[in-house]
């Protein structure tokens, strides 16, 4: 996960405006799908969605009782914290993955799966940072397309400031920092920044 955020975070070739678009299609979709089903995600951005797509809000958690919500296989489900996310976000969350892969743009998608992975921690899972991970009270519901659109315009915009600088040149280690004897040459390293510095 560090290697991969690390490539996507140094990959500043997707067109902003381009990224924003597609995003925003996938995020339809998902609504659509979502609605379809009786659920909703709570308050989405109105001007990219239909009106009808948000009616189902009320009786939502209700209708969810009753649905087959999708889930992780046992192997999955092991990587994880027991109980760091609830049933009705992690369902929402493979329908946006499952939609990603559907309308899968190679030019946006690894930008699009790292947004979905911050609010993933941040926002949609039950986890909470002080400073060592752990798990808070279960969420009955939490809304995922918004926070993940949130995520995708904060690396638009981020793109958009790095846009002169495509070219700099950026080398990223799929590697033990154990090993970096190995990997890196001597005398090779101006400073070392770690953020933030955590114990473990």
């Not at 990219?48 to 999955?76: C, M, R, T």
Request: with cysteine; aromatic share 4%.
């Amino acid at each position: 996960m560090a290697y991969f955020a690390s490539c996507v975070k140094s990959d500043w070739s997707p067109d902003p405006d381009g990224l924003l678009r597609h995003a925003h299609q996938v995020a339809e979709q998902v609504a659509e799908k979502l609605s379809a089903s009786g659920l909703n995600d709570h308050v989405l951005p109105l001007p990219l969605f239909h009106s009808g797509l948000s009616e189902a809000g009320a009786s939502a958690q209700q209708d969810a009782d009753s649905l087959l919500l999708k889930d992780l296989s046992a192997e999955q489900r092991s990587l994880l914290l027991k109980n760091s996310i609830s049933p009705l976000p992690l369902h929402k969350t493979l329908v946006l993955l499952e939609t990603l892969d559907e309308l899968a743009d190679e030019r946006y998608l690894k930008h699009e799966r790292l947004a979905l992975a911050k609010a993933l921690v941040f926002s949609i899972s039950n986890l909470h940072f002080g400073p060592e991970v752990s798990v808070k009270r279960a969420k009955e519901d939490a809304p995922v397309v918004a926070p993940w659109l949130e995520q995708i315009q904060a690396i638009a915009q981020d793109l958009q400031t790095l846009s002169p600088h495509t070219q700099t040149e950026v080398r990223v280690h799929h590697a033990d920092a154990r090993e970096i004897r190995t990997i890196l040459p001597p005398n090779s390293i101006d400073a070392v920044i770690t953020s933030p510095p955590y114990p473990n």
